[in-house]
């Protein structure tokens, strides 16, 4: 069984408090822990696009707060450039701010901090490079956003959040991606490499179409927040479709779909609807809760 935690507001940082509320243990267990955030910096474009900047502010300042003894902020952007993006999102006038955390441009790593990581029986031709870092920190905290996806991942929540700890520059591993008639199967693989220990996803706002860095907007005032990547992706799909979204998205059972469907192959979370607990803190998002769960099912 796997609990995915909801809240309906349209306030980011009441949304992420609750959060930090519900998931007390598993912060709790962060003192004296190397954490690395992983934000959606895809682009510079404001949410649902990328993470907005206040809800990294609260995750840092409150991995501060539980005595975590090294927070890094970690992403690598694309195509745009990564140093510009994160200047542009406002993340080195948060660390000129508040401290206490670090941040690390994957986009200039160079290849020694990688490691080769080729899966069995994956869609990847030669496999991928995956930083070092990331399989050598205690705990991640991933920070995807809820929107549809226009060039073949069909939606980007935690399961594409992977994407960008795979190089671009100087590989061809986008290319490979963007090209292939399995694109969603190797996004699922590449999270083979990793576990996060705790997603929160935003929806307040989202992209029913289009996506990643532009789409139709819907105000969908919601938040979720569970330790299973599968799960929170299942009910992500299962907002977009209550919200009306891509006939791609639509299609077939939400286990069907593929980024789903290969996640559960490759056993990376839970396997079914049945084993998803929806969980909320007040009668509002209880009811909007038991409302998604008809979207699992069907």
Known sequence: MAEVFLIRTDDRVKGIQAIFSHFDSIFKDLKD?????????NTADPPPASTDIRIIREVINHLKSCMTKKITVVERAGPVDTHETMKTKGLFDLQKKIGGFEILDLSTMPESEWTQFTPKGSH?????????????????IALPCLKTHRYGGHFTFSLKLSVGLVPRQGYEYMQELHSSSHMRDLIAEINEAYSPTLIILDGVDSFIEGGPEDGKLAHSNVMLASTDRIAIDAVGVAILRDLGTTPEVT????FEQKQ??????????VSSPSEITITSADEESTKYANHLRTFLED
Do not use: C, H, T, Y
């Open 251 to 254: 299609k077939g059972k939400i």
């Open 33 to 41: 822990k190397n954490v690395a955030i992983k934000p959606n910096f």
């Open 260 to 269: 789903i469907a290969r996640a559960v192959e490759l056993s990376l979370g």
């Open 124 to 140: 990847w031709k030669n496999g991928f490079l995956f930083p070092k870092f990331i399989q050598n920190v205690d705990a991640i």
